[in-house]
């Protein structure tokens, strides 16, 4: 990456920061993978449940795998030999005391897009878990909400597809459809605009590009 686009992140991520800050987010801008993984494990204690959604971001900077190798509970759907259990962990996922995820959109004045094709990862953002960790590259970064939105149907979605290769529109032409498929896995968007209680939700933005 040009040592431009490193100061462009680091200068957006300040004002990012700062707009989630007010908006009763907890927030931390890291300009490394290194760095996000050393501030997620400050975050995480030992001894905690931990679980995951989607989550690229995080796979990126190795947290899964320090999760799954340091003092622990993982719960870990993809774990799973069966469908049934795979659909458990999910549901055992609601309780634990740190979900990890990702943002598919987040918008400069500090509210984030997720979008989900069965709301697993929505719904433990929103309600359940103690705490939520979210890992997000710059590039997820957009001027606006509308733009926010945008990115997370016509960018984020289409490009998952291409990892899902469901029978959906987009898996073909790569560009949204605006599709009813049974497949579909832009089911629920949800845009979180507060946290509350204040602090429940945490970012690591990361002066990378990361995820999709």
Partial sequence: MSEMKKLYYCK???ILV???????????FCETKEDA????LELIPEGATVSWGGAMSAQQIGLQDAMRSGSYTVIDRYAGQTQEERDQATKDAMFCDVYISGANGLSLDGQMVNIDGTGNRVAATIFGPKSVLIIAGMNKVTDDL???VKRARTVAAPLNQQRFQLNNPCTVTGTCADCKSETCICN??????NCRP???IKFILVGEELGL
């Fill in 188 to 193: 629920q968007i949800v845009i979180t605009r």
């Fill in 198 to 200: 204040a602090g429940r």
């Fill in 37 to 40: 993984l050393a501030k997620a």
């Fill in 12 to 14: 957006r991520g300040e």
């Fill in 18 to 28: 700062k707009n989630l800050k007010n908006r009763h987010f907890d927030a931390y």
């Fill in 146 to 148: 509308e733009s926010a």
